[in-house]
């Protein structure tokens, strides 16, 4: 059991450069978010996907889309890297908001220079 | 507006002894309270989940309380190991809106010989 995938695990970018970052779970879960974590800053929503077919903004949006694929599914796109959106990227999941278990992938690290 | 509040930042241990993690929160109408042990580099993963009536639970080492009325909740390590140095955030999910989990920044705790 898989649990919750994350591709890629590093990634460096120019300033200006686009990427995909990818996240798939097995778990036949409902809702699937994107946080970003910063030093002193824990972790921040940037866009989170109820269910299939929904996405919302989170706190942290701008600069940043998303796609929910499918229900197993959630990437997020960086159009136009910018400097300031070097962290570190965790896609997480979940059955069901107010009960379930938030399970969390191994994260996906970019830098942009 | 709903806020996670932990504390202390930091913490550094000797091996073998115990420590307690507060985390305080203003997050209504709540629902659950999560604890996770997140190891540098990795992503987090759960260590507890508590609802509205439940004031303790425990997971081997770990125990947590939680004060509904006050808004309150511990994390109490018996026995620390050099495994358990970590950062340890707390999570509460509101029963209701668009972002339901409020993540606290976290407390890192360092367990050393």
């Known amino acids: 059991n898989a649990g919750v995938t994350q591709t890629p695990k590093f990634q460096v970018l120019k300033t200006g450069q686009s990427m995909t970052l990818q996240c798939a779970q097995d778990m036949n879960h409902n809702s699937m978010y994107w946080y970003r974590q910063d030093p002193g800053m824990g972790l921040r929503l940037i866009y989170y996907s109820a269910s299939e077919g929904t996405t919302d903004k989170g706190e942290v949006p701008n600069g940043y889309n998303v796609s929910r694929l499918n229900k197993r599914e959630f990437s997020l796109r960086l159009e136009s890297a910018a400097p300031s959106q070097t962290s570190v990227y965790f896609c997480?999941?979940?059955?069901?908001?107010?009960?379930?278990?938030?399970?969390f992938g191994e994260g996906s690290r970019l830098t942009v220079l | 507006k709903n806020q996670v509040e932990q504390s202390p930042q930091s913490l550094i241990i000797l091996e073998g002894k115990n420590c307690t993690l507060q985390?305080?929160?203003?997050?209504?109408?709540?629902?659950?309270l999560r604890w996770y042990k997140q190891d540098t580099g990795r992503g987090p993963v759960s260590l507890t989940i508590?609802?509205?009536?439940?004031n303790t639970k425990s997971n081997g080492r770990y125990t947590a309380t939680l004060d509904a009325d006050t808004k309150q909740s511990s994390l109490h390590i018996t026995a620390s190991q050099l495994s358990d140095s970590a950062s340890y955030i707390c999570v509460v999910s509101a029963r209701s809106g668009n972002t339901p989990l409020v993540f606290g920044k976290g407390t890192r705790l360092s367990v050393i010989a």
């Open positions: 997480a999941s979940i059955i069901q908001v107010y009960t379930g278990e938030l399970f």
């Open positions: 508590m609802t509205f009536s439940e």
């Open positions: 985390c305080n929160y203003t997050v209504s109408p709540f629902s659950n």
